[in-house]
């Protein structure tokens, strides 16, 4: 990613962050959407976590992906329900219908707050995101090998992740 891009992308990071203060979630869930956050953001830059999520198993050439960010919408949302582990977080979806879709995120139910941490694929284009368009859905079947793929190459723990999906 060019330098002017890694700028912008810290700074959509600290954005990110910044919106969980604002947000006035129970001590909790700020402190562990934070870390969830930086921690899905630093491994989006890594060569080992692309490959596992998109080359693996669905052969996207992801060294054409033009920001760190793009594609990790449906791995990165799917994994952040699943590890709040708590129904104040919905996961949400924007389907074909949007020019630039499908594209997947997380509301924050108490408020109605979207919380999209992939936003800035779009910003970079200058295109807004839709966000009134989203509509509740769940992880699909293939959504457990997803989680599984993006958070072992994250190193983050994803067994925790799949048992509270199964709680549902």
């Given at each position: 990613?060019?330098k002017?891009?890694?700028?912008a992308?810290?700074?959509?990071?600290?954005?990110?962050?910044?919106?969980?203060?604002?947000?006035n979630?129970?001590?909790e869930?700020?402190?562990r959407?934070?870390?969830?956050t930086l921690?899905?953001?630093?491994?989006?830059?890594q060569?080992?976590?692309?490959?596992?999520?998109?080359?693996?198993?669905?052969g996207y050439?992801?060294?054409?992906?033009?920001?760190?960010?793009?594609g990790?919408c449906r791995?990165?949302?799917?994994?952040?329900?699943?590890?709040?582990?708590?129904?104040?977080?919905r996961?949400?979806?924007?389907?074909e219908?949007?020019?630039?879709?499908?594209?997947?995120?997380?509301?924050?139910m108490?408020?109605?707050t979207p919380?999209?941490?992939?936003?800035?694929?779009?910003?970079?284009?200058?295109?807004?995101?839709?966000?009134?368009?989203?509509?509740?859905?769940s992880?699909?079947g293939?959504?457990?090998?997803?989680?599984?793929?993006?958070l072992?190459?994250?190193?983050?723990?994803?067994?925790?992740?799949?048992?509270?999906?199964?709680?549902d």
């Amino acid at each position: 990613m060019r330098k002017n891009n890694q700028e912008a992308y810290e700074n959509a990071t600290r954005g990110l962050i910044q919106k969980l203060d604002d947000m006035n979630l129970p001590r909790e869930q700020r402190l562990r959407s934070k870390n969830l956050t930086l921690a899905f953001r630093d491994a989006f830059k890594q060569e080992a976590v692309k490959h596992a999520t998109f080359h693996a198993d669905i052969g996207y050439d992801y060294r054409y992906f033009p920001y760190d960010s793009y594609g990790f919408c449906r791995a990165s949302s799917f994994s952040f329900v699943a590890l709040m582990n708590s129904k104040d977080w919905r996961l949400m979806y924007i389907n074909e219908i949007w020019a630039y879709g499908p594209h997947y995120f997380v509301m924050y139910m108490p408020t109605k707050t979207p919380f999209d941490l992939t936003f800035d694929q779009y910003v970079y284009d200058g295109v807004p995101v839709p966000y009134e368009l989203g509509r509740p859905t769940s992880i699909d079947g293939d959504g457990k090998n997803v989680i599984t793929r993006f958070l072992h190459a994250t190193g983050l723990d994803f067994s925790v992740a799949l048992k509270n999906i199964d709680r549902d």
